[in-house]
């Protein structure tokens, strides 16, 4: 090769590579749990046309399953010194501790520039709030346990969604005297899929004030109490009759939720995320989902629902703030949130989004956010995640057989050192 012609070329390669540089000299961290279903597919979507229409900045993702990131991947990017620019997070404790640690960035000034808070629903914010600052930026509203059932197994044996948890255990002795699986769960890791059913019913058990403070560990309450026993209790009748899939405890939510895809089990208990995933898993699953049914003698809110807020903070290290603030207004505008909830079938903390839903599904959804009174908080988002482990760890046993005044005794003796 002639050395002109060789400068000519190394000239070009140099112009390219400095071209590039320039429409990439921004990268933006993502960390984030969102790896499965049409959620996935959205996301990768919306950054592909975020990276088209800002083609200074790049999004480099770090996405991790719901387990490992709650529980050590997120901690591990910043107590590693590699902390995220935007991250996504459960609203509530998680967001208080975020701050507290100085993980994350106060935004409260970006939320009133231009009146961005006024795009936002107002039961977004008390999840994304420490005490008048904000830190979080809502996206979804999350219902995080539902009772998803197969319609045409209910149909099959002229079954309708239950009023009273009575009513819900005559369901599961029907199924199973029909020999199909009444309820598949997967409770696998550190336990949360059966541990937020368990809150739930523990609150419509105790009521809500009082489930707030066994949480909190305020004087005078304890894992033992009679009540907490009682709830636990109302599970382990329905392991003793047979009414869950065996090993609980050893496969995942995943492989669970596969199982009532696959129309190996009539109902499944989870969150509301499972719309997304029946979208791209199960087109053709005829479904519906009701809420925990009312408990006989509970002193708790019966119309409650348990949910949160999710949402992204901004790293509170990023050399990108104004970057990472214009990468989540984008993820949050309107147009953006409205073909997520047509794609995904879910809730958006967004305004202008109720109508976008194409998912039948997304009306039960409605129902039960609309029908409730009262939120309850998850244990492992509202609370201290030890706190929150402790009361999983005794649901876990339960499932496994062992008897809730163990199982709790257990528990109490976990977070003593809390007290």
């Not at 523990?202 to 026993?229: C, H, M, Q």
Request: hydrophobic share 45%; aromatic share 10%; charged share 20%.
């Amino acid at each position: 090769m002639k050395k002109a012609s060789y400068i000519l070329i190394l000239s070009c390669m140099l112009v390219v590579s400095c071209v590039s540089l320039v429409m990439a000299q921004v990268v933006l961290e993502f960390a984030h749990s969102t790896v499965g279903g049409s959620s996935r597919d959205a996301l990768t979507q919306i950054i592909k046309d975020f990276e088209e229409a800002n083609p200074g900045i790049r999004i480099k993702e770090n996405a991790m399953k719901d387990e490992i990131y709650e529980t050590v991947g997120l901690l591990s990017l910043f107590q590693g010194g590699t902390p995220p620019d935007v991250y996504s997070q459960w609203g509530g404790w998680l967001v208080r501790r975020d701050a507290a640690e100085g993980f994350a960035a106060d935004l409260t000034e970006e939320f009133f520039k231009d009146s961005w808070k006024d795009a936002f629903v107002d039961s977004a914010w008390p999840d994304s709030m420490v005490g008048d600052r904000i830190y979080m930026v809502p996206e979804s509203l999350s219902i995080t346990n539902l009772i998803w059932y197969n319609k045409e197994i209910f149909d099959r044996f002229g079954l309708k969604e239950p009023g009273t948890w009575d009513e819900f255990l005559e369901i599961c002795e029907v199924l199973k005297q029909n020999g199909i699986v009444p309820i598949a769960a997967g409770n696998k890791g550190v336990g949360w899929p059966m541990g937020n059913w368990a809150g739930h019913i523990l609150s419509r058990v105790i009521g809500e004030v009082e489930y707030n403070g066994l949480l909190k560990l305020e004087a005078g309450t304890s894992f033992t109490d009679p009540g907490v026993v009682t709830a636990l209790e109302l599970l382990a009748e329905m392991v003793e009759k047979g009414y869950f899939n065996m090993g609980v405890n050893v496969i995942d939510s995943n492989e669970a939720q596969m199982m009532f895809f696959m129309e190996q089990a009539a109902m499944h208990p989870i969150g509301s995320w499972l719309i997304p995933s029946a979208i791209r898993d199960a087109p053709d699953l005829v479904y519906g989902g009701f809420d925990t049914p009312a408990i006989s003698g509970g002193k708790g809110d019966q119309s409650s629902m348990i949910g949160l807020t999710t949402g992204y903070l901004v790293g509170a290290k990023t050399a990108h703030f104004e970057e990472a603030v214009s990468f989540l207004r984008y993820l949050t505008s309107v147009p953006v949130q409205r073909y997520v909830v047509q794609e995904t079938g879910g809730l958006s903390a967004v305004k202008g989004t109720e109508d976008a839903a194409v998912d039948p599904n997304f009306s039960t959804l409605v129902r039960i956010s609309e029908k409730a009174k009262m939120t309850v908080a998850p244990p492992d988002t509202g609370y201290e995640l030890e706190v929150a482990y402790a009361l999983y760890d005794a649901v876990a046993k339960v499932m496994d057989g062992i008897s809730p005044t163990v199982a709790l005794e257990e528990a109490e003796q976990a977070i003593a050192h809390l007290r």
